[in-house]
């Protein structure tokens, strides 16, 4: 009660309205910008399927939105493809909940070209209803429905560390708080379950080797969608980014990690990991914990991994949303020197685990 009332009095003052939404004064100037969709497979499905108004056909499902824009003047040949992470869609990338320059136009103005992704089943890739229709028409058993997944503005507040259980925001808080409203629009139903093997593996494996020389940058339940896609297939994939990944990046095996120690990898992780999440034996530190350990074994097999905690260089405040934080642009600052070292110009031939401090 105390998050709803302490939310909804101040984000209110400072909702986000077209008028306000910073725009830079230098043109952005595009070679090209467009969308498409990647993969997906033909399905017939019954009318009851279809949901009783259009006759027996095929259908396409576990297709892959993604929209790109692509500068005139490229700083080099590395592209980004930004993935979204639960609960949200490819909108997390671009403006930010108080109206600042997301990442996907940051990049493009720095000289990259962008490609944004809605996940298999989320937003604009679209999800397949023909189980919830069957189960209306008492064909299936309810059960048989995948989960449909939602977030509290209230568990976002803690899980996300925008502030603490008792209301107030972390210190130094970076993510803007006033703008919480904005934010909670951007929560979605997320599908619970996909087919297997994961159709977002093979969408971004397909998207990798078309484009050519991308940096896989992911966020928090996509945090392993890098380097699950780079198990399946390297081609076209020059570095990982994951900013604070979910889950500890355990249960890799030595062919895998040497396969991954291919291929640059950046993990960033931002401030207060150890708080309260309201998420019952979720801590991020354990987070970033096992995924360092993974950072160590890549390296310990030739490759070249950096973890980052950005306490550690003197960078205070952030919440799990980096990309939204006020600092934003300084993050990415950050992913564009370690690519501009570490993938532009190369590995260098010391290959030592990098854990910034």
Known sequence: MIILVYCGVLSSAFAQQYATIATSPAPLILKAQGSFYLGGELESQTTDELGGICPPGHITVNQMYVRYMIPQEQTDGTSFVLIHGMHLSGKCWET?????????????????????????????????????NDVRKGKTQPMAQTPFSRKTDENSWTNFRFGTKDGNPVDGAQFPIGSLDEFSKQNLPHIMRLPSPDANYRCLSK????????????????????????????????????????????????????????????????????????????????SMDGWSRLAESIN??????????????????????????????????????????????????????????
């Open 207 to 286: 998207l990798s080797a078309e484009v050519k020389n991308v940096v896989l940058v992911s966020h928090s339940q996509s945090g392993a969608f890098p380097v699950e896609t780079a198990l399946r297939s390297t081609e076209g994939i020059r570095g990982m980014v994951l900013l604070e990944p979910g889950g500890t990046g355990s249960g890799y095996g030595d062919e895998q990690i040497r396969q991954l120690s291919k291929i640059p990898l950046l993990i960033i992780f931002g401030d207060n990991l150890t708080n309260e999440t309201g998420m019952p034996g979720h801590v991020w530190q354990n």
């Open 300 to 357: 310990k097999a030739g490759g070249n991994a950096t973890v980052i905690h950005l306490p550690e260089m003197g960078i205070y405040g952030n919440s799990h949303m980096l990309m939204m934080d006020k600092n934003s642009h300084q993050i990415a600052a950050i992913v564009l020197e370690w690519c501009k070292n570490n993938i532009t110009k190369k590995s260098s031939d010391e290959k030592s685990f990098q854990h910034f401090r």
């Open 96 to 132: 930010t909940p108080d109206g600042r320059m997301g990442w996907d136009e940051y990049l493009v103005r720095k000289g990259y070209a962008v490609y944004v992704v809605d996940q298999v089943g989320i937003g604009r890739s679209g999800f397949d209803q023909k189980t919830y």
